[in-house]
């Protein structure tokens, strides 16, 4: 095992300075580094190039150590690469400004786009994503279910204006008919509006937010919560003039509680709002943005990339798993992916344990954060013999080899740590394409925004309940990724 030092962003979106979680537990683990009164957005645990990961002893990357290390072999079905990519990048982000509306290739869909654009998808590789909330944590996530949909239509006429009427009275016709939201035809309607959506004119777009204003303002609610409006203000002031304003009405506004975790794959529209988080992500950096953003929106992939899935929130969740004994201090996520399982490890103080605490040996690499506590952490070999320990503390990260045992063996201060791992090979990166800065684009001026009143008193349970719960009704009807590859 080796302690790693890692790579910490400054994205605008960001929280400022001791206030970001970021950049607190970076400052925990990196003794030479001090907070600065700036956004800190994301701490990258990983070997991707944008944000390498480099082993504290040597100073050498961790992707080159992998590279030359015996564990190679099984983190690598090619041994001449200079560097062996992790499969996953981990990353704790904190989050004060909503990032772009965006989704992620498939892998099938990165290998045409790098080859059409390689400056805008610099790698072959797909992206899928998983959030587990350390605070309170929002995020929209995925289309809403097709009667949501249909209550906002109905509600606020722009936003019909926005799909275009006629594309509107299709989805609303097919389910008036009987057709699951899941079907085909009701995912290609979907998709038309999307796609006029996307070609709005910027005059009729200006019309369109002012009057969405006015009805928020005199009460006007649809399907949407308070807190969804307050969503929507908050980006109209952030993105002043943006199409994005208008996502809050057709994807899901998820609020999780600490301790939640929810997973989307490609070809799923996102945004993150607001709140921290541990995040796992595919050892990718292609994405395709919508909305709200100065970057490259490339407005053909993205129209063909979505699946167009309407679905209730409470699918994206992903469950936490207790281990069993002797592991039982571990908790598992693990989402339908084979990119990337997360592992919630607390352990309670004993400075003296009767026996260690020993976390899953994994015949695959693994990378560890430790959020909170502190105690000492020994390697064993098959002999149970200790060849290495290690005193842990909040913000050290540690790289843990395929196929080793470790152990807690002391914790004087309750820890909290979480653990990603994969069994796939890593993609390689070697002749990836360095991705250039996209031009700044000024956003649209609007008229000013009508007041909308958000009672400051809003709040949610706990434990967020998010409507329709999944049966057999909402199953798929077909091959998602078969019949929808390239609808429009």
Known sequence: MERLDCHCNNYQWGKTGAESEVARLFAAGHPDFVIEKKPYSELWMGTHPDGPAR??????????????????????????????????????????????????????????????????????????????????????????????????????????????????????????????????????????????????????????????????????????????????????????????????????????????????????????????????????????????????????ALIDCLNYRMTPPEEYLVPAVALPAPHSHVEEYAPDCKDFQLHRIQIAASPSMDEPKPLPVLECASITVFVAGSGVIAEVDENDQEVKRQAVTRGDIIYIPPGRSVQVVSCSVALEAYRTFSYEDGPDHDSRTVVQKAPVIAPLPIKKMPIVQVPATTTLPAKVKFGLEQDEKHMPVMDMKVDMDGVC
């Open 55 to 300: 082993v504290r002893s040597i100073g050498r990357k961790l992707s080159t150590h992998i590279a030359t290390s015996e564990s190679s072999r099984k983190l690598s079905n090619n041994n001449r690469r200079d560097n062996v990519h992790l499969p996953f990048i981990m990353k704790v982000m904190s989050i004060d400004r909503t990032l772009s509306i965006q989704a992620h290739p498939t892998k099938e869909q990165a290998v045409r786009l790098h080859a059409r654009d390689p400056v805008n998808y610099p790698d072959e590789h797909h992206k899928p994503e998983l959030a587990y909330a350390l605070t309170q944590f929002e995020l929209l996530c995925g289309f809403r279910p097709a009667k949501e949909m249909l209550e906002n239509l109905e509600a606020f006429p722009p936003l019909r204006r926005l799909f275009g009427t006629g594309n509107c009275d299709k989805l609303r016709n097919l389910v008036c008919a009987g057709f699951e939201q899941t079907h085909l035809k009701c995912r290609i309607a979907l998709a038309e509006m999307f796609k006029r959506m996307m070609d709005v004119d910027a005059e009729d777009l200006r019309e369109m937010l002012f009057e969405l204003f006015e009805l928020l303002g005199n009460g006007v609610r649809g399907a949407l919560r308070d807190d969804t409006v307050a969503v929507i203000m908050k980006m109209a002031r952030d993105f002043p003039g943006d199409v994005g304003i208008f996502a809050p009405l057709y994807l899901n506004h998820m609020v999780l509680a600490p301790g939640e975790c929810c997973y989307y794959a490609a070809e799923e529209l996102h945004a993150y709002l607001s709140g921290e988080c541990v995040e796992c992500v595919g050892c990718s950096n292609n994405t395709i943005r919508a909305a709200c953003t100065p970057k490259y929106i490339d407005r053909e």
